[in-house]
């Protein structure tokens, strides 16, 4: 076995039921470290982790997850719906390590196979480490709006930039 064979992969494919609950661990906590201070307090009162926790059983099937390191956990997850990538969040132990680039690319192929020619998505224009990383990835900030983050049967309006990506 070479050296390069031994370094261990990181695999993506569909979540399944099973990964809810890494996936909630994983967007609560990333959740946070993306968001807070940057958007209004009535909607960090109600992302709970029991909220995390619902909507990752709920949005299954629109999710992508990868799994990395010796141990073969998810490590990261995006979800695509439509021409949006809804959402892209890696654990805090497995950021800077190629993860975060391998859930992108499969997010806009899966855009592409949809039939679109353009992804979007939304980042809080606090997310720094967000934004860098989507701009390194070749993705374009087309400036502010609000997304209506959905709470309940409502939505909050965020300010958020807008990134595109030609596909
Ligand atoms: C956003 C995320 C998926 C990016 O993955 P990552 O593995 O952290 O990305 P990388 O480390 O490869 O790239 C991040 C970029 O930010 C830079 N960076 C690292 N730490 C930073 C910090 N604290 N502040 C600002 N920039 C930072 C890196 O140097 C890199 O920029 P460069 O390519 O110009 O050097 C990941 O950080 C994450 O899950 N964050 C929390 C959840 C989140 O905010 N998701 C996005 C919601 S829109």
Not at 26 to 40: C, E, K, S, T
Not at 133 to 156: E, H, K, N
Request: aromatic share 8%; proline share 6%; charged share 25%.
């Amino acid at each position: 076995m070479s050296e390069i064979d031994s370094i261990p992969e990181i695999d993506l494919r569909p979540a399944t039921a099973a990964d809810a609950e890494a996936v909630a661990t994983i967007w609560a906590a990333g959740w946070r470290d993306g968001h807070l201070g940057h958007v209004p307090e009535a909607l960090v009162a109600v992302r709970t982790p029991e909220s995390f926790r619902a909507r990752a059983a709920q949005r299954v099937g629109d999710t992508v997850v990868a799994v990395a390191g010796p141990d073969r956990q998810v490590a990261g997850f995006v979800m695509v719906v439509g021409e949006e990538v809804e959402q892209v969040y890696v654990a805090a132990s497995h950021r800077g390590s190629g993860v975060a680039g391998r859930l992108l690319a499969e997010a806009e192929r899966l855009v592409a196979a949809g039939g679109h020619r353009r992804a979007w998505l939304a980042v809080v224009p606090g997310n720094s480490r967000a934004r860098r990383f989507y701009q390194r990835s070749g993705w374009i900030d087309d400036g502010l709006f609000d997304y209506p983050a959905v709470v309940g049967d409502g939505t909050i309006p965020v300010p958020c930039h807008r990134y595109v990506k030609p596909l």
